[in-house]
């Protein structure tokens, strides 16, 4: 009952990615793993394929031996594995970009309930990590803290969504906003204020670099500036399916 209740929840996760998305392209996968590979917070891609296999090995065991218990056994576990694996490959929908503040992991905690796979380089060492429903799996943080910055180009390239915060100036947000702005990344990002729509990041980019933002990419990013509990209404799939759906059709 256990293994079927995971195998729901895992295949509604691939179910909506594939109605909402369809399947992502080989190369947009390949680079998935990669960054997968790279940071701490993953257990790597290719050892769970190694345990896969020994759970085939077991299976083929079972059937040397005729003992349908471990057979049954096996299978579930395969599949449910293999599941987790196809969820696994699927580059993140959402990319969430912001400080590592408490109240940004539990943002993090709660955009993780979504029926897709979302990222971020959050610092999962830091003790407001340690939350309910926090998942490292979101985590792409690399070793290196050299080469953040091409791993996030990465995923701004290969996720359907960017939400980034503007709420709080830090130089790594100062980076990710300007990549955002340079690369015409705006068209697929959320920008998330505060309540009274203040955001000092957009603020200091345009006072920095105003040859950066013309009309109307300042039209763009008013378009789509939301409050964080406006955010999370558009989000809660589960009462606003359909609304959700046309939410990341006009984005994307």
Not at 56 to 83: A, D, H, Q, R, W
Not at 130 to 145: G, Q, V
Not at 225 to 252: A, C, G, S, V, W
């Amino acid at each position: 009952i256990l293994s079927i209740m995971i195998f729901l929840s895992v295949f509604d996760k691939i179910y909506y990615y594939i109605k909402f998305f369809k399947f992502p392209a080989k190369k947009d996968i390949k680079k998935n793993l990669l960054l997968k590979e790279r940071s701490p917070a993953h257990i790597k891609p290719k050892h769970k394929l190694i345990f896969i296999g020994l759970l085939f090995l077991i299976l083929l065991f079972s059937f040397l031996i005729n003992l349908n218990i471990l057979k049954y056994t096996m299978l579930v576990f395969i599949s449910v594995n293999l599941l987790f694996y196809a969820l696994e490959i699927l580059p993140p929908v959402l990319l969430f970009l912001s400080t590592s503040k408490p109240e940004n992991m539990i943002l993090q905690a709660k955009l993780s309930k979504m029926p897709f796979p979302i990222s971020s380089l959050l610092n999962y060492k830091s003790p407001a990590a340690d939350i309910p429903n926090f998942s490292k799996e979101s985590i792409y943080r690399t070793n290196e803290e050299y080469d953040w910055v091409e791993s996030v180009m990465i995923l701004m390239e290969i996720s359907k969504v960017i939400i980034l915060d503007t709420r709080d100036i830090s130089a790594p947000v100062m980076i990710e906003a300007k990549i955002i702005i340079e690369k015409g990344y705006v068209n697929k990002t959320i920008f998330l204020v505060d309540n009274k729509y203040n955001h000092p990041v957009l603020d200091q980019i345009l006072s920095e670099n105003s040859n950066l933002i013309d009309k109307e990419i300042d039209y763009q990013i008013k378009k789509r500036r939301y409050t964080e509990e406006q955010l999370l209404m558009i989000l809660d799939y589960k009462n606003r399916m359909k609304k959700l759906h046309d939410f990341f059709f006009t984005l994307y």
